[in-house]
Nanobody
């Protein structure tokens, strides 16, 4: 069993930055595929970024590529999402997700992840 706790959301002006954190409990953090998704009311949860197990690769949605960076600290069993150059369109609830058995072609599919955090609100507004 894996428990995920997100933090770091808030209100930021357009062009600003935020760093989200997701602390994971449970065994063998290195073997977890970690990802960030986001959701706005009335829409499906959408993929943002992923860090595959053992740090083998990272993946980004085109809408955030070059602005967001996913990273992981294995000693702290925490994954981060550094968000720069934020836009109003980035406003959403951001969720951390984890799973041990995701294949490469499925890293962007929310239904493939077994473990989810409670979400943290990010609002980009002037």
């Amino acid at each position: 069993q894996v428990q995920l706790v997100e933090s770091g959301g808030g209100l930021v002006q357009p062009g600003g930055s935020l760093r989200l954190s997701c602390a994971a409990s449970g065994n063998d953090f290195r073997s977890l595929n970690m990802a960030w998704f986001r959701q706005v009311p009335g829409k499906e949860r959408e993929f943002v970024a992923a860090s595959r197990r053992y740090g083998s690769s990272t993946h980004y949605d085109d809408s955030v590529k070059g602005r967001f960076t996913i990273s992981r600290d294995n000693a702290k069993t925490t994954v981060y999402l550094q968000m720069n150059s934020l836009e109003p369109e980035d406003t959403a609830v951001y969720y951390c997700a984890a799973d041990r058995q995701i294949i490469l072609s499925s890293v962007r599919v929310a239904q493939q992840y077994d473990y989810w955090g409670q979400g943290t609100q990010v609002t980009v507004s002037s």
